[in-house]
């Protein structure tokens, strides 16, 4: 168990629907990062944030938007979904952005979803 | 910008035996961070190694150990005793160490599948 929960675990929504995805980080953690596992493709890098506030944009599309509340979890929203949405979404925590036993990032179990 | 590459697509050993697993990276830093990430069929990132840039020492983890050439930019993995637990998908990741980098994001390479036969 790496102590990052995410929920669902599978999803399964039609086309042009909005979802929202959730994480709550290792507790003590600053750091969430948001990652796209397609079947075709490796991790691809959405979001990061740090401490409440957005650190870094990765390959994120204009529909899909995250955020961080001041409890640390943080949410990934999809709208207007289509089929190449499709994949497995990660998050990941670590405890911050510096330092060498900060340097570890933790990962959930991911988000499985599907889009018919 | 940084960038990790693992050349082997796929990979076989015999239950027992040793593998080994190539990965190489290109960045102009001198502080960073190397991973190496196991994710089984339940699809769970499970990191297996870290290696800091600044230790010339490789790391090991059991029958986990690396080969880390930083003039080279190479990191590989080798498993030894490899048994049927070890089948599993292999991430190579780089993540700056620099203190003023705007984000500490993990780079992936494309990853390594990795078959254990009886």
């Known amino acids: 168990d790496s102590g990052v929960t995410q929920t669902p675990k599978h999803l399964i929504t039609a086309t042009g629907q909005r979802v929202t995805l959730r994480c709550s980080p290792r507790?003590?953690?600053?750091?969430v990062y948001w990652y796209q596992q397609s079947l075709d493709q490796g991790l691809q890098f959405l979001i990061q944030?740090?401490?409440?506030?957005?650190?870094a944009k990765g390959n994120i599309l204009e529909r899909f938007s995250a955020q961080q509340f001041p409890d640390l979890h943080s949410e990934l929203n999809l709208s207007s979904l289509e089929l190449g949405d499709s994949a497995l979404y990660f998050c990941?925590?670590?405890?911050?952005?510096?330092?060498?036993?900060?340097?570890?990032?933790?990962f959930g179990q991911g988000t499985r979803l599907t889009v018919v | 910008a940084q960038t990790v590459t693992q050349s082997q697509p796929e990979m076989s050993v015999q239950e027992a035996e040793t593998v080994t697993l190539s990965c190489t990276y290109d960045?102009?830093?001198?502080?960073?961070?190397l991973f190496w990430y196991k994710q089984p069929p339940s699809r769970q990132m499970i990191l297996v190694i870290r290696?800091?840039?600044?230790?010339?020492q490789n790391a090991t983890e059991n029958r986990f150990s690396v080969n880390f050439q930083k003039a080279a930019k190479s990191f590989s993995l080798k498993i030894s005793d490899s048994q049927l637990g070890d089948a599993a998908m292999y991430f190579c990741?780089?993540?700056?160490?620099?203190?003023?980098?705007?984000?500490?994001?993990?780079?992936f390479g494309t990853g390594t599948l990795l078959a254990v036969q009886p």
């Open positions: 990941a925590s670590s405890a911050g952005p510096r330092g060498a036993t900060e340097a570890e990032a933790f």
């Open positions: 290696q800091e840039a600044y230790k010339q």
């Open positions: 960045t102009s830093e001198s502080d960073y961070y």
């Open positions: 990741a780089y993540k700056t160490g620099w203190y003023g980098g705007a984000t500490n994001k993990l780079i």
């Open positions: 944030y740090y401490n409440g506030e957005e650190r």
């Open positions: 507790s003590g953690d600053l750091s």
